[in-house]
């Protein structure tokens, strides 16, 4: 990936690769359509939504986009090689990860809090960082990079009773950097941590808007605008290890 260019389909086999982890998800979607714009291949992780990724795959299609999908549970650490093979096997090369899958469950110190510790660790902060080991051959081959989505509540200890989910997110975070230095000057490792995007749908309108209400920009943002720093790190070949709040003024206000 070190020179991108716009490919077109015309020219399937020098197209830069991209795995997207929860590529089905509200901002996976948003990313992989950005990604597919700028002419990558995009291989389709999914869990356990598998028809929302084939109906993901097929919009792709509609746009002239190429993509597969592949299955794997992230929270089995042991997965991670066989999805980096079947990349390999699919395409032969892998220019791009964006390590978007994430667990998103409050806290419950009462029942088998420490389960959930270990889940939520696994999915959110272990399997990026094995993914990123396993996949480093490939990705120092083509000067490629990571982009991990953290999220602004990694960095401000705020979100009650999420205790988990919000130092998960805060690993993922210091991984970005940890693995910044470790995996340079072949590889770059940036994250994107957005804000207020979407809501979980048992959100109230009274919290939305609370919600909203504490952002310097007073509105949430959108899965596109985290498209697009996706795009913006994966493209701008002197970055890295940064992290870019896409949060509307969140971490400010
Ligand atoms: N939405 C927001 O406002 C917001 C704000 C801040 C940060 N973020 C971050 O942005 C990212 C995307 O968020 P989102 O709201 O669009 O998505 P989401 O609804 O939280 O979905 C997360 C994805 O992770 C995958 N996943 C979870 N556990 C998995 C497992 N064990 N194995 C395989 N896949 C697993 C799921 O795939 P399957 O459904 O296929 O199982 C799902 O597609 C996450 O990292 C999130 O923390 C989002």
Redesign the pocket.
């Known amino acids: 990936m070190g020179m991108i260019s716009r490919h077109r389909k015309s020219d399937p086999i020098s197209s830069p690769v991209a795995l997207v982890?929860?590529?089905?998800?509200?901002?996976?979607t948003a990313i992989c359509l950005k990604l597919a714009r700028q002419g990558f291949r995009i291989a389709l992780?999914?869990?356990?939504?598998r028809e929302?990724?084939f109906r993901l795959q097929a919009e792709l299609n509609r746009q002239d986009a190429r993509s597969f999908t592949v299955q794997?549970?992230?929270?089995k650490t042991n997965q991670v090689s066989s999805l980096v093979r079947r990349v390999i096997r699919q395409w032969g090369r892998l220019d791009f990860i964006v390590n978007?899958?994430?667990?998103?469950e409050p806290t419950n110190p009462q029942k088998g809090a420490w389960d959930q510790w270990q889940r939520l660790f696994t999915?959110n902060s272990i399997t990026p960082y094995a993914l990123a080991q396993v996949a480093r051959p490939y990705l120092a081959k083509a000067k490629g990079s990571i982009v991990n989505?953290?999220?602004?509540?990694g960095e401000m200890p705020i979100l009650k009773a999420h205790a988990a989910y919000s130092v998960s997110?805060a690993g993922i975070l210091f991984l970005t950097k940890y693995l910044a230095v470790e995996l340079a000057p072949e590889v770059r490792v940036n994250a994107v941590s957005?804000?207020?995007?979407?809501?979980p749908e048992k959100y109230t309108d009274q919290k939305r808007k609370k919600l909203i209400q504490r952002t310097a920009l007073k509105r949430q943002g959108t899965?596109e605008e985290v498209a697009e720093a996706v795009w913006f790190l994966a493209s701008n070949q002197f970055v890295t290890g940064q992290i870019l709040r896409v949060d509307g003024g969140r971490f400010i206000s």
């Open positions: 982890t929860g590529a089905a998800s509200t901002l996976g992780h999914y869990g356990m939504s929302k990724t794997a549970n992230l929270s978007n899958a994430s667990l998103f999915v989505i953290g999220d602004i509540y997110k957005p804000g207020v995007i979407s809501f899965p």
